[in-house]
């Protein structure tokens, strides 16, 4: 819940305007002092503040971090690669060492093969909210945008910018009170 907590609040921030340490700061005050979680975070992101000031304004420094990354944050010995204490902070990391850009953040993320099922889906996440569509290769926006169907077949062909205009003009009713038991 921490991990899931950090980076919504990471991504809102990146949503309103914030910068990269503005956002991460965000997702690091959402981490309890004393958690696995918080220890990893502030880690990794020390980790990826030293890569950038070794090569400062150079690109590939999110690249630069992943040695580091898979020796001091990413567990070897007990390995379950859907464990937020170690994907959360890879995805800040790699956001703060690639300056917020999507194209470094999130194949660097991806080199880390114990976590490269769910920590480049969040550093996209937050770099996408951090510097928008514009920001995403025009190749992976076409590689990406009409689902093929493998999973859902019903889906095939569907057009992801498409479906996202027509979500952002649908006008859903906002809960007025929401409660541990639901919305009221």
């Known amino acids: 819940v921490y991990g899931a907590r950090a980076l919504a609040a990471a991504v809102a921030a990146g949503l309103g305007g914030a910068s990269v340490d503005d956002s991460v700061a965000a997702a690091l005050a959402q981490l309890p002092a004393d958690t696995e979680i918080r220890r990893n975070a502030e ?23 992943v040695p580091s990354l898979e020796h001091e ?3 070897h010995i007990y390995s379950y ?5 170690e994907t959360v902070p890879v995805a800040l990391a790699v956001t703060v060492a690639g300056a917020g850009r999507i194209a470094e953040a999130v194949p660097a993320a991806a ?5 490269a099922d769910s920590a480049p889906a ?5 770099t996408g909210a ?6 995403l290769p025009d190749s992976w926006r076409t590689a990406c945008r009409v689902l093929s169907g493998c999973a859902l077949p019903r889906l095939a062909g569907t057009d992801l910018v498409e479906l996202a205009a027509q979500l952002s003009r649908t006008d859903l009713p906002l809960p007025t009170h929401t409660t541990p038991e639901g919305i009221r």
Do not use: K, M, T
């Open 43 to 65: 880690h990794a992101v020390a980790l990826a503040r030293v890569a950038v000031a070794d090569r400062p304004g150079q690109p590939g420094n999110a690249f630069a971090l």
């Open 73 to 75: 944050i990413v567990d």
């Open 81 to 85: 690669g859907i464990a937020a204490a």
């Open 111 to 115: 080199c880390l093969s114990r976590v």
């Open 122 to 126: 969040l550093a996209g996440a937050l």
């Open 130 to 135: 951090l510097g928008g569509v514009g920001e």
